[in-house]
């Protein structure tokens, strides 16, 4: 380890496994197909103020999120590289942030190293590297926020100190501007402890007020825009998106309080037979400034979301980092010390879990096929195996050689999350990549008028590929609720009562796109109620209905 520099071969691995399969496989609804499109219509329109989604009001988010996105979009092609560049350079510039902090607190390449590595191979943080939302881009700047705060606390001259508070104040204005107030509640969260613990809250009244001047600073001009342009904005963001979703019995995706901790143990496969040596190390070594401000760091923002009742996993994603730091930590002092026990535990799980979704996939391929029997089935279960047998090989090697090939699991989740996507079978890719449909029937599309889909996610993958916000919502709202209650936008709902007449409106203008999603009960009914005729396409429960014109 030194003998050669980490980092090449970190950019290596980097390269190979997040950002060639970049464009391999479709977009995911919903999520991957909204950010495309929001952030393309950005670019089409020219407002990158107020985010718009199909052309209606979205204020979910803030803005900033979607312009890095559509930055993406506006280098590399609106395709599917253009849309995932940002949350994988996010995860990137995390990684490097990962390692810069693990050198800074004990000057060790080995340890420094392994906190990159573990943290670029944790499975939460490795799957999200290539999938567009905006968690990737938001755990940036809350790493960064905090990773600025131990340099500006640990700083050794005042030039160093002013320059580490003013890029903490720079990462909040841009996690507030990627997903609003938790940016700037997170660094509080943990500075206000450790600073009382350590002393020093004189020292966070001085230079404190630099770091909030330079967030409001880089905040303003954007919150002021929002605010002349769509004076309901702050309204709907700050009590619908925080006070709701944080308190409210009612909240959106609300989940009992402990339903982080077995995610927890989840996001850091393959490395989760770890945590308890490393949570004892942490409780033993409590006291060193560090370690300390470490376990603030992961502790205090998991029960912060403990408490909320909207819960996703990718929630605790800022928890990731300081984990990955103790948790290398802990790992290199093993390797030392000649104590493999929990690296062979680690390795022999894994392992297990591997053997064990062979068998299941064989099993069920057997017994009741997921894959089907034609070519492109086939290469596709031939890609899953290749995950499974890297997976249980990488392991293998790991439970068997630990003092050498500790870092092999790496290897084998590169694997997952640069082949398992393109290795789905058909019922799920034909199903949850809808943009791929489109494109197969693209050239048709291209010649309708009009446009019309019953679900979100198969609509914004239709605008998203033909460029055309303006798609009508056929028996569906969703995220679009409060939107479409706008009186410039309200024509936008059709009903079951009146879509036929719609079609019969619109064929009078040319040719009508119809995308439906048919798999339940309703949607049966509201494929029912279409006219007959025009042109049919199906693609497992997606079903593509051109209508001519009719004068």
Same mark, same amino acid.
């Given at each position: ?89 996010? &995860? ?17 390449? *080995? ?36 990773? &600025? ?331 679009? *609720? ?9 024509? *936008? ?25 048919? *798999? ?32």
């Amino acid at each position: 380890m030194t003998r050669f520099n980490p980092l090449p071969w970190l950019l290596l691995g980097f390269a190979v496994f997040f950002l060639l399969p970049l464009g391999l496989h479709g977009l995911w609804t919903p999520d991957e197909t909204r950010y495309a499109q929001v952030s393309q219509e950005m670019l089409m329109s020219g407002n990158w103020v107020a985010p718009h989604f199909m052309g209606v009001r979205y204020f979910e988010k803030p803005a900033a999120g979607y312009w890095l996105i559509a930055l993406g979009q506006a280098v590399f092609g609106e395709n599917l590289f253009g849309v995932r560049i940002a949350s994988v350079l996010s &995860t990137g510039l995390s990684v490097l942030l990962a390692y810069l902090l693990a050198r800074r607190l004990w000057n060790d390449p *080995r340890k420094s190293f392994a906190c990159a590595l573990l943290y670029m191979s944790f499975g939460l943080v490795a799957g999200q590297a290539g999938y567009s939302n905006l968690d990737p881009q938001f755990t940036l700047w809350v790493n960064l926020s905090l990773v &600025t705060l131990w340099f500006a606390l640990d700083s050794r001259t005042p030039r160093e100190r002013l320059g580490a508070w003013a890029v903490l104040g720079l990462a909040c204005a841009m996690g507030f501007m990627t997903k609003g107030f938790l940016a700037w509640l997170l660094p509080v969260l943990i500075a206000v402890p450790y600073v009382l613990w350590q002393r020093r809250v004189g020292e966070l009244m001085r230079y404190g007020p630099l770091a909030v001047l330079v967030a409001v600073l880089v905040c303003l001009p954007w919150a002021l825009a929002i605010h002349v342009r769509e004076p309901d904005y702050w309204h709907f963001f700050f009590w619908h998106e925080h006070i709701r979703r944080f308190a409210a019995d009612n909240a959106q995706h609300a989940r009992p309080m402990w339903f982080f901790l077995p995610i927890m143990v989840v996001a850091c496969l393959p490395w989760a037979a770890l945590l308890p040596t490393t949570l004892l190390k942490t409780w033993q070594e409590k006291r060193q400034p560090a370690i300390a401000f470490l376990a603030l760091w992961l502790l205090l923002p998991l029960g912060f979301f403990s408490l909320s009742k909207g819960k996703l996993p990718t929630y605790i994603m800022p928890c990731l980092l300081p984990l990955a730091l103790l948790m290398g930590h802990g790992l290199i002092d093993l390797i030392k010390q000649g104590r493999v026990r929990t690296i062979v535990i680690n390795g022999a799980v894994n392992f297990t879990l591997g053997m064990a979704a062979m068998v299941l996939l064989i099993y069920l391929q057997i017994t009741d096929p997921l894959y089907g029997n034609s070519h492109a089935e086939m290469f596709s279960l031939s890609l899953v195996f290749i995950v499974l047998l890297g997976w249980i090989l990488a392991n293998l090697l790991q439970a068997v050689r630990p003092m050498t090939l500790w870092a092999m699991p790496a290897l084998g989740i590169g694997l997952l999350v640069a082949l398992l996507p393109a290795g789905m079978p058909a019922l799920i890719a034909d199903n949850e990549m809808p943009d791929q449909f489109v494109l197969e029937h693209l050239d048709e599309l291209q010649q309708t008028q009009a446009l019309l889909s019953n679900e979100l996610g198969a609509a914004s993958a239709l605008s998203w590929r033909l460029r055309r916000p303006q798609v009508a919502f056929y028996s569906t709202v969703g995220e679009l *609720r409060y939107g479409l209650h706008y009186q410039d936008s309200a024509h *936008r709902k059709i009903t079951l009562d009146n879509v036929q007449a719609w079609l019969a409106e619109a064929r009078q203008q040319g040719s009508v796109g119809v995308l439906m999603r048919v *798999r339940s009960t309703s949607e049966h009914r509201e494929e029912g109620q279409l006219p007959l005729g025009g042109k049919r396409y199906r693609k497992g429960n997606l079903v593509l209905t051109i209508y001519p014109r009719q004068p």
